[in-house]
């Protein structure tokens, strides 16, 4: 590199005055990178930062490659299926409620009360339609936290894929409905009586909530026909269910 | 690996390749549309054409030159433009449209060219519409793409994209027209291209597209004073305004086919050619940078301002506005060509012309003309894929940035331009002193960017306080 004497001001630099030397640097930089990008194959490392290789490219090409996420990463919501493959659901709307971004729409059905599976007993309610608006979906969480049946859980670490219709993103049950079935000792359907599980199963699964220091209150005799009581006293008429 | 010997083969193979068969195909047809013309043709609606004597060649180059090479190489520049920007950037580029057999998993991308098609379709099916305050003048409107399109396609006209050949026993030329006012066309017709733009700022009745034709017809009649005055100093040397004369012959040793000081070693002839960049880098920068200005691209692309000021052909949807699009880059291509005739030698390599001419082009004239033609193909290839680079390098120039070059810099230089080689072609008609003068501004050139000015003793110049202020100043400061 050759030197000549200038001044510390780039104004009175012939470089800059003629403006063309500057040019050719810039044009050379550039032309190195296209160069480097053009006759070099890319690395598809999806770890941007550890590309190795000539070429210079940074894109992740998305479909094929996709960027690894952080372990702490959940993902999507679903839906936690009982053993019987229904949803554990029992539309309580406490996730409709909480949802801030208000993509959670269930309509709640009544299990008929001469439900030979005697599910009537222990649950009141399951969802008829459970459906989430993904494209509403702000993935916060809340519903997960909300949730006292364990019934909807953000362990899918996957995003929402694409769809090329805005109502392929309303997702239903069956869509939301997925992963190994769940139940919990606790569960009502496990205490029912009709459960041809023994008793000390019972006992034995609860042993955690105390050692069989709490007396499990078993329902022994559930009358046919839960009582109905019309509360009319309100502002709004308001049915109320009681049982026993 | 796999990558770069596919490049390398793309470059080396197949794209000579494919403008050597083109130059043969025109010569050929050429050949065969003068011999069909000169025997006394009949044609149903153009039969003036066929009087006593005429000369149907000019078709074949019309096609293929114009239609083919030209349009062609346009329409790939679109999509050119973004592959090459996204290289430039580290990024990819158009790739997702992708062809291939339905059975074939994983579609090929072809380094984007689908992208041609998709785009094609995409502006032809899209709905034109015209907003209702253009209803004012719904002719103007209209005409302003074909005002901008067409000039710019006629200044093809008169550049020869190869030798004129002996074809079966005729002078099968490689350009359309080869009126004796040459370059001067190329000035009246270019002059033209700045009513496509005004109008249709003026026709779309918005005070953004009307600002954008203003921007643009202030800046194209600017520089089309420096894109004149660059190109006197090569028709002085040459003493012609013609552009095949500009590029000369080498057989006969004139224009920029001759050598300044050369010699044969080993039958092959060596030497410095007189290409104009040779006699006249002055003033191939100024034509450069006054070209990129009537191109309307960047840096000088305050006219269109893609990214935030908003151009001329605002109002303009659908094919309407891809006629815009393409006249751009009709324009780079073409003002190439230009560059490749008047600065670059043409079809000279540079080396061996003469041997070449006298041997190859004697006992096979057509294959030597299709091998001129892909040479200036080649060329005008690499000067279409350098504006693309400079494009995607510097930054647009601010309104009075430009106005201050175009006349206070380019006006000038141009005009000192033209008198050095006026004077020196006055002193010496072989035009070796005016290559000397060449070389010397090419060396100075060469120097300064080689060269980095020194660092000041002491105080680094690039340090600055907390205040951002130069070290000096900032002393004086406190």
Redesign the interface.
């Known amino acids: 590199m050759a030197y000549y004497k200038a001044t510390k001001d780039p104004t009175t630099d012939i470089r800059e005055r003629t403006y063309v030397p500057e040019l050719l640097h810039g044009l050379a930089v550039t032309m190195r990178h296209f160069m480097r990008n053009l006759f070099f194959p890319r690395d598809a490392n999806v770890d941007v930062l550890n590309r190795k290789g000539t070429s210079q490219i940074t894109t992740v090409s998305y479909p094929e490659e996709k960027q690894v996420y952080p372990e702490g990463y959940r993902g999507l919501h679903r839906l936690v299926p009982r053993d019987d493959g229904k949803p554990r659901c029992v539309a309580c709307y406490l996730c409709a409620t909480i949802c801030p971004a208000q993509c959670i729409h269930i309509e709640a059905g009544e299990y008929e009360t001469q439900d030979a599976s005697g599910e009537s007993r222990v649950i009141e309610k399951f969802p008829t339609s459970f459906v989430i608006d993904e494209l509403r979906c702000i993935v916060c969480g809340l519903c997960v936290d909300a949730c006292p049946k364990d019934a909807i859980r953000m362990d899918t670490g996957l995003h929402t894929p694409s769809e090329y219709t805005r109502s392929g993103f309303v997702w239903d049950i069956p869509r939301l409905l997925e992963g190994p079935p769940v139940s919990h000792p606790s569960d009502p359907w496990m205490r029912r009586p009709a459960s041809e599980a023994p008793a000390h199963q019972h006992l034995e699964k609860h042993a955690r909530i105390g050692d069989g220091l709490v007396q499990l209150k078993l329902p022994q005799s559930a009358p046919a026909h839960p009582v109905r009581t019309e509360v009319t006293s309100g502002p709004v008429p308001v049915t109320k269910f009681l049982r026993d | 690996?796999?990558?770069?010997i596919t490049?390398?083969l793309v470059i080396f193979a197949i794209i000579p390749f494919t403008f050597w068969c083109l130059g043969w195909a025109q010569y050929r047809i050429g050949g065969l549309l003068f011999e069909w013309s000169s025997d006394g043709c009949s044609l149903p609606f153009f039969g003036h054409l066929c009087d006593t004597g005429s000369n149907l060649s000019w078709v074949s180059a019309l096609v293929f030159n114009l239609l083919i090479f030209v349009m062609v190489l346009a329409t790939l520049l679109t999509v050119a433009e973004r592959k090459?920007s996204?290289?430039?950037?580290?990024?990819?580029g158009p790739e997702r449209a992708r062809i291939g057999p339905a059975w074939f998993q994983k579609h090929v991308s072809l380094g984007g060219l689908p992208h041609v098609a998709a785009d094609a379709l995409k502006m032809i099916f899209k709905e034109n519409t015209r907003p209702t305050a253009a209803d004012r003048d719904k002719i103007l409107f209209w005409l302003a793409p074909v005002l901008a399109f067409a000039p710019i396609f006629a200044l093809a006209a008169v550049i020869p994209f190869g030798p004129t050949v002996w074809v079966s026993g005729y002078r099968v030329p490689a350009m359309v027209a080869n009126p004796d006012f040459g370059i001067l066309w190329v000035f009246a017709i270019a002059s033209l291209a700045v009513y496509g733009t005004s109008l249709a700022g003026w026709a779309s009745n918005s005070k953004f597209a009307l600002l954008g034709g203003v921007r643009a017809a202030s800046q194209m009649i600017s520089y089309e004073v420096a894109l004149g005055l660059s190109l006197v100093g090569m028709m002085v040397a040459f003493t012609t305004v013609r552009l095949p004369d500009l590029i000369g012959s080498a057989a006969a040793g004139t224009g920029q086919s001759q050598y300044l000081w050369g010699a044969s070693v080993l039958g092959v002839d060596v030497g410095l050619p007189a290409w104009g960049i040779v006699l006249q880098p002055l003033g191939f920068?100024l034509f450069f940078a006054a070209s990129f200005a009537e191109t309307k691209r960047a840096p000088f692309d305050i006219p269109e301002g893609e990214s935030e000021i908003i151009g001329y052909f605002l109002e303009y949807s659908g094919m309407k506005f891809g006629t815009f699009m393409i006249s751009e880059f009709v324009e780079v291509v073409v003002l190439s060509a230009l560059i490749t005739a008047i600065f670059l030698g043409g079809w000279n390599i540079g080396v061996g012309d003469i041997a070449l001419a006298q041997g190859f082009g004697q006992s096979h004239p057509v294959w030597y003309g299709a091998l001129c033609a892909m040479v200036f193909a080649l060329k005008v290839l690499l000067l279409c894929w350098f504006q693309l680079?400079?494009r995607?390098?510097?930054p647009r120039f601010r309104y009075d940035q430009i106005m201050t070059l175009g006349w206070k810099i380019l006006l000038p230089l141009g005009l000192f331009n033209l008198f050095l080689t006026g004077a020196l072609v006055l002193l010496d008609p072989t035009l070796h002193w005016l290559a000397l003068a060449g070389l010397l501004e090419i060396a100075l050139?060469v120097?300064?960017?080689?060269?980095?000015?020194?660092k000041?003793p002491g105080a680094a110049?690039g340090h600055t306080d907390a205040h951002g202020l130069?070290a000096?100043a900032a002393s004086a400061h406190h």
């Open positions: 690996m796999r990558r770069s490049i390398l090459w996204a290289f430039t950037q580290d990024r990819i920068l680079i400079v995607w390098t510097f050139l120097a300064l960017t080689l060269t980095q000015a020194a000041a110049a130069p000096a």
